[in-house]
């Protein structure tokens, strides 16, 4: 798309005029307007209204220059969200003696709306919410009865503000939030979410690559986990099927997602809250593919495969409110890896169909790094000639342009 500065150069140019005639016609200096036209400044709007007049634009100018001066603001506004749920998540882990308000039917909805939702919007949500609870945490508002409630509402929608910052890509922030979830916990006695928010710290440390520390977060989770107890072990152990995996132990990588089996069929109390802090059928399928699929191919593959079929399948005949879009896109991203393990070229291109027409604001962070692992793969001196393989490869490189 042209921008700003590429327009005015253009429109000068089809108008037949020099930077100093167009200076002499808006009023402005030749050197500023020099930078307008190279985008080292952001030209002023009486200097776009002026120099659309003079080129004959026919508000073209001025229409660009208010879309961009729209990105800009909205640009602006995020960052100063981001800035400001940062600032708060540290505040809440240094906090010894936090109190939080009673915010349990909203941490329920964001829980269960972020599966299916962008993570822009559900980070402005959790903000929101958890400014409500810290200005009630500082004032006192609350019963003493509801204190350690109130720690762990204020702990999810630190989770969620993890989550959201995750899939934007920024592990930093990320941990940070996740941190406050932990502290929050801790403060809380609640178990539950002390095992999520380790589960959580191994996810941002995989997404780091850093399997080490993310194998770490994961044993160091298990000491919150009772038999039974809902979901926890499992996700668990799904978390360190993934950290064995990339760190290339085939093996011990498979005897966790076993683990995982065993861990699921002995739950007898289910997750106290579902959606972000649930562990579905789904979602444990999900993990055991995107688990696999760093191995060498094989056997692996063939569960690997099998596992992202069952996850896709379980999500589009299951509950809507267990249903995580996302999650359901890049296990097609993990099928089609599988698929490209096992030299099944034409199902791998399948598989990736209906994630190669998201718009922008789909594409989170984990779906652009996975999409570009297919394209490398496919890009493989083994598959030179073979048309789908390069048909793919560029659907996949004009995605993420």
């Excluded at 200076?23 to 036209?37: I, M, N």
């Excluded at 984990?366 to 073979?386: F, H, Q, T």
């Amino acid at each position: 798309m042209t921008t700003f500065p590429e327009l005015l150069r253009e429109r000068r140019i089809a108008a037949r005029m020099s930077l100093a005639e167009l200076a002499l016609r808006v009023r402005y200096d030749r050197t500023s307007l020099h930078h307008f036209e190279t985008g080292r400044r952001p030209t002023p709007l009486g200097v776009a209204e002026a120099a659309d007049e003079a080129t004959g634009s026919d508000g073209a100018l001025v229409a660009q220059w208010h879309r961009e001066d729209a990105d800009r603001r909205e640009a602006a506004a995020v960052h100063r969200t981001r800035a400001a749920a940062l600032a708060m998540s540290r505040d809440l882990s240094a906090l010894a003696d936090l109190d939080i308000a009673e915010l349990e039917d909203g941490v329920s909805a964001t829980a269960i709306d972020y599966l299916a939702s962008p993570p822009g919007p559900m980070m402005e949500r959790a903000h929101m919410l958890r400014g409500e609870a810290f200005e009630r945490l500082r004032s006192g508002h609350h019963r003493a009865a509801d204190r350690s409630d109130l720690y762990v509402a204020a702990g999810r929608l630190s989770g969620v503000l993890a989550y959201a910052l995750l899939d934007m890509g920024d592990a930093v922030e990320a941990l940070a939030h996740a941190s406050a979830a932990g502290q929050c916990a801790l403060f809380a006695g609640d178990a539950e979410l002390a095992a999520w928010v380790a589960g959580t710290k191994s996810l941002i440390a995989r997404f780091q690559g850093d399997y080490g520390q993310a194998l770490e977060f994961v044993r160091d989770g298990y000491q919150w986990v009772g038999s039974g107890h809902g979901t926890g072990e499992a996700r668990l152990r799904c978390g360190e099927a993934q950290c064995l995996a990339n760190l290339g132990d085939s093996r011990a990588a498979n005897k966790a997602l076993d683990a995982a089996e065993l861990a699921r069929e002995q739950i007898r109390r289910d997750d106290s809250l579902g959606g972000l802090f649930g562990f579905s059928r789904a979602k444990q399928s999900y993990y055991a593919g995107s688990s696999l699929i760093w191995l060498e191919g094989g056997h692996d593959a063939e569960r690997a495969a099998r596992e992202a079929t069952e996850a896709i399948d379980l999500w589009k005949s299951g509950p809507a409110d267990e249903r995580s879009l996302d999650d359901e896109r890049l296990a097609h991203i993990y099928l089609a890896t599988a698929r490209v393990q096992l030299d099944d070229v034409e199902g791998a291109a399948d598989a990736l169909t209906p994630v190669l027409s998201l718009p922008v604001e789909d594409q989170i962070s984990w779906i652009v790094k996975r999409m570009d692992r297919v394209a490398g793969m496919l890009s493989a001196p083994r598959y030179e000639g073979n048309q789908t393989a390069s048909e793919t490869v560029e659907a996949i490189n004009g995605l993420a342009a």
